[in-house]
C-alpha cells in the first residue's frame, strides 16, 4: 500500500512563496487563487513581536469529505491516498468548498471548476516529487509514502512531535505539521485577515497606505506627498493589550461560496413542500377535492416552485451547462444527487396530481398523500446536505431538519391560505391551512429556542452562531425570527379564534420573508468562521 502525504517543517520554513510561485508555474494557477499558499501571523505588541509561517494546502484526508459531498465524482480517491480531481465533471456547485475544513478549494476562474492541489500527480506518476517540495531551498516540505517505514516522512511522523490542522474534524489529514505555532494552524486563535496586512490591499479596502499616487496636484507636487492630497493614514501602533492576541498579516483570500441564491432555494423549496403537506392536512379532515384547489391549482403553484427551486440551483453553478452531470455522472453518496432525485420525484407527482385534477381522474388522494410524504424530505433533505459540508460547524446541527420542515409548514399552510382567499371555500380551508402554519412557527420557534440554549462543540460552530445572532448578521437573523415566528402565530390564532380569515395573509407574507432572511443569516453565519 501506498499513502503519499507531506511534512511541513515550519522549523526551518523562511516563508519564501517559492512553493507557492512553483506551484503556480507548474499548473498555471491563475492570479488571485492558490493550491498551495503561506500564511503569516505575528504575536506580540511592537516592539516585542514575532511572525511565523505556515504553509497551507489540500490535507489529501484519508476520509476525505470533499468526495462525498462531490455530486459528479469529480472529485476522487486514488489508491495511492491523493484526492485528485477532474475538471471535465464538475459543475461548479461549490459543495467540495463547504466540505473542506482547511479552505483547500477554489473555482478557476478561467474554466470555472474547483481545483486545488493534488499532489503534483502527473509528476508522482513518473516517480518525481511535487514541485514544491522540490524548490523548497531550506527542504522544508518533505513529501513521500507515509506507509514505507524507510522512507523519510514515515520516520518524521513515528518520530517527530508533530501536529495537523483541524484534528477535531476526524478526517484524517495526511500533511503533518513540524515545529509549527499553534496560533498559525488554528484560524480560531487570529482570525480573518481584517486589514492590508503585508504587500497588499486587504478585503474590502480601496487603498493601502502603502500607495503612492502619482497624479500630480494642483500644487506641481507629486501625489500624497503634498499636503492637499487625502492619503490614507499608516497604521496604528497597537498597543500592548491589543497586540497581544495573534493576528494575520498574510493570507489566501477565501470568499464565501455561497450566497442569496442558496437561501432563496430554502424558501422555495419549502413553499413547495408546504404546499403538498397543508393539502394533506386538508384532507385528513374531511375537506375533498372537488375545489379547484385541490384539484390543479395546488400542485400547479407548488409546481411552479419546485420549477424555481430549480433555475435557483442551475443558476448558482459555475458549470451551469453541466447541470444534467448530476443525473449523468452521479456519486450517490452525495446529498446533491439525492435532493435532486427527491426534487424530481416531487416534481413528477406535481405534474400526476395536476393532470389527474384537471381531467377528473380517480385516485387523486393517493397522489396528494404521496406528495406530502415526499414534500417532507423535499423540506428537510438539505440537513442532511449541510451535514455534509463538514468545514461549517454551525450547519451541523441536528435541529436543522426540523427547523426546514417547520419553515416547509410555516410557509406551505400560508400561501395554501394566500391563493384561497378568494375561493367560495376560503372559510373551509381556514382550519387546517392556520393549523398548518401555526405548528409549523411553532416548531420553528421550539428549534430556535433549543439552539439558543444549547453549547456549541466546536469554537468553529461558536465564532458562526455569534456571528449569527450578536454579530454582523443578528438583525437579519432576529428579523427573519420575528417574522417566522411571532407574527404568523399571532395571525394564526386571530384568524383561529374568529378574526377575517385575511388577517391570515398578513402572517403568510411575513413567514415567507422570515424565512429567507432567517436562512440567509444562517447560511452566511455558517461561512463566516475562518477555517485557514
Known sequence: ?????????????????????????????????????????????????????????????????????????????????????????????????????????????????????????????????????????????????????????????????????????????????????????????????????????????????????????????????????????????????????????????????????????????????????????????????????????????AGLFILLTGVLLVWDLKRPDRFLYILTKSNNSSWLVRGAWILGLQAALMAAWFLMGFFEVGGLEVVIWLSALNGLAVAGYTAFLFGQAEGRDLWQTPLLVWHMIGGALAVGGGVSLLATLGAQQVEEFRSPFMWVMLIGAVIVGLMTLTEMLSTHPTTNAETAFHHMTAGRYAREWWTGQLLVVVVPVLAAVLVLTGTSVAIGALGAVAAMVGVFLADDAFVRAGQSAPLS
Not at 462525498?68 to 484526492?83: F, H, M, S, W
Not at 487570529?190 to 499616487?213: A, F, H, K, M, Q
Open 1 to 301: 500500500m501506498v499513502r503519499y502525504g507531506f511534512v511541513i517543517d515550519q522549523d526551518v520554513c523562511i516563508g519564501c512563496h517559492a512553493c507557492t510561485v512553483a506551484c503556480k508555474t507548474e499548473h498555471d494557477v491563475p492570479l488571485g487563487v492558490n493550491r498551495t499558499w503561506v500564511k503569516y501571523i505575528e504575536k506580540g505588541a511592537w516592539p516585542d513581536t514575532k511572525r511565523f509561517f505556515s504553509v497551507l494546502r489540500c490535507n489529501h484526508c484519508t476520509d476525505a469529505p470533499c468526495v462525498t459531498i462531490c455530486p459528479t465524482q469529480a472529485l476522487y480517491k486514488r489508491g495511492d491516498g491523493i484526492v485528485d480531481f477532474d475538471t471535465n465533471r464538475c459543475i461548479g456547485c461549490k459543495s467540495c468548498m463547504q466540505a473542506c475544513p482547511y479552505d483547500a478549494l477554489y473555482i478557476d476562474p478561467t474554466e470555472n471548476t474547483a481545483q486545488k492541489c493534488n499532489y503534483c500527480a502527473h509528476r508522482t506518476d513518473i516517480g518525481l516529487e511535487p514541485a514544491c517540495a522540490i524548490v523548497c531551498p531550506e527542504e522544508a516540505i518533505i513529501a513521500g509514502d507515509l506507509d514505507d517505514p524507510m522512507s523519510q516522512i514515515a520516520r518524521m511522523v513515528a518520530t517527530e512531535s508533530l501536529s495537523v490542522r483541524a484534528p477535531e474534524q476526524g478526517t484524517g489529514p495526511n500533511v503533518f505539521y513540524k515545529g509549527a505555532d499553534s496560533a498559525s494552524l488554528d484560524p480560531a486563535s487570529s482570525g480573518r485577515l481584517e486589514d492590508s496586512g503585508v504587500w497588499r490591499d486587504g478585503p474590502g479596502t480601496s487603498d493601502s497606505w502603502l500607495s503612492v499616487d502619482l497624479t500630480p496636484s494642483t500644487n506641481g507636487q507629486i501625489g500624497n506627498l503634498g499636503t492637499d492630497v487625502g492619503a490614507p493614514s499608516p497604521p496604528v501602533e497597537p498597543s500592548s493589550d491589543s497586540g497581544a492576541k495573534p493576528r494575520v498579516v498574510y493570507n489566501s483570500d477565501h470568499p464565501m461560496p455561497w450566497g442569496w441564491k442558496v437561501s432563496s432555494y430554502f424558501l422555495t423549496k419549502g413553499i413547495a413542500a408546504g404546499i403538498a403537506i397543508a393539502s394533506a392536512v386538508a384532507l385528513a379532515v374531511g375537506i375533498d377535492t372537488d375545489s379547484a384547489w385541490m384539484a390543479w391549482a395546488a400542485p400547479l403553484v
